[in-house]
């Protein structure tokens, strides 16, 4: 788990691409600041400043339904870290956190997302009133390059009455194939979504969302996807997309 979580954003890491002056390149580096003292403080004073503490979405909260829970326990049930001194051959499910800023995914993130963009939230993880909009959790396998998210749509996605919003539906399939890509190739993002809405998503349901690794090429990455009833008995939307790997610089250009 921490070794595919630590491929995500790896290129943020220490990498000198952040067009920052020195001092701010350095407090995403924490441990190489022991002996400089003035960054040494200005690292402390950040520290306690910003908490270091972030929520992870993806738990259970009381919104969740029956089948959320159901679908929650089945992949929990197989997911694990590998025993001690052996390999982790990715062969069971891993849950993939979820915060509310995407920058706190990088080491350091937690300054970044303060020195960026004050303001900024994940779009999916922006909504206060739990269980109003996009339930979800992913769930990765290395070994099959695959990714289930269970979702549950909230009813601030409506669109059709009483049915799911095609934007909010396009939001996220984006969002697992995008954390999918990001986890083989990150960071990336979407240069093409072809999406085909098959049949209505009720709102106040859940269905799966999986995504696939096609293949790889150079800076591309290609995943389809398919958005389904749990059972999976109900093809209700497929996916094709594809995602460019990005140098940090290429978001603070505009
Ligand atoms: C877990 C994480 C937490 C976070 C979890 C959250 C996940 C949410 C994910 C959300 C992701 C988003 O919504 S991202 C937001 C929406 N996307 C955007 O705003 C992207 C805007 N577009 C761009 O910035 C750019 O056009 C890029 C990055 C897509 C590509 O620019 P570039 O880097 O200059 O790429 P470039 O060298 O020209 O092209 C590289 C190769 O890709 C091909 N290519 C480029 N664009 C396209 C295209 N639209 N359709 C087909 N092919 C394309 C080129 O032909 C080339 O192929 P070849 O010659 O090599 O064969």
């Given at each position: 788990m921490a070794r595919n979580v630590g491929r995500i954003f790896s290129g943020f890491r220490c990498s000198g691409s952040l067009p920052f002056g020195k001092t701010q390149l350095k407090t995403r580096c924490p441990r190489l600041l022991l002996r400089t003292?003035?960054?040494?403080?200005?690292?402390?004073?950040?520290?306690?400043?910003?908490?270091?503490?972030?929520?992870?979405?993806?738990?259970?909260n009381s919104s969740w339904g029956e089948e959320m829970?159901?679908?929650?326990?089945?992949?929990s049930s197989q997911s694990g870290e590998a025993a001690e001194g052996q390999e982790d051959q990715g062969e069971q499910w891993t849950r993939l956190p979820s915060y509310n800023r995407s920058l706190k995914y990088a080491t350091?993130?937690?300054?970044?997302?303060?020195?960026?963009?004050s303001k900024a939230r994940l779009f999916t993880r922006n909504i206060r009133d739990t269980g109003a909009a996009f339930e979800y959790v992913l769930f990765f396998r290395r070994d099959k390059q695959r990714c289930v998210c269970i979702f549950q749509a909230g009813h601030l996605l409506e669109g059709p009455p009483g049915h799911v919003h095609g934007g909010a539906i396009a939001t996220m399939i984006?969002?697992?194939?995008?954390?999918?890509?990001?986890?083989?190739?990150a960071p990336v993002m979407t240069a093409n979504l072809n999406i085909n809405?098959?049949?209505?998503?009720?709102?106040?349901?859940?269905?799966?969302?999986?995504?696939?690794?096609?293949?790889?090429?150079?800076?591309?990455?290609?995943?389809?996807?398919?958005?389904?009833?749990?059972?999976?008995?109900?093809?209700?939307?497929?996916?094709?997309?594809?995602?460019?790997?990005?140098?940090?610089?290429?978001?603070?250009?505009?």
């Open positions: 003292t003035p960054e040494r403080t200005v690292v402390q004073a950040l520290s306690s400043i910003f908490s270091h503490k972030s929520r992870d979405f993806s738990l259970p829970m159901r679908l929650y326990n089945h992949y350091g993130g937690v300054y970044l997302s303060k020195i960026i963009q984006d969002t697992v194939t995008g954390t999918h890509a990001s986890l083989l190739s809405y098959r049949s209505p998503i009720p709102l106040g349901s859940t269905v799966l969302v999986e995504s696939t690794m096609d293949k790889e090429e150079g800076k591309k990455t290609f995943l389809s996807c398919r958005v389904t009833s749990t059972d999976g008995s109900k093809l209700h939307t497929e996916a094709a997309a594809l995602f460019v790997s990005i140098n940090v610089s290429h978001l603070l250009r505009g």
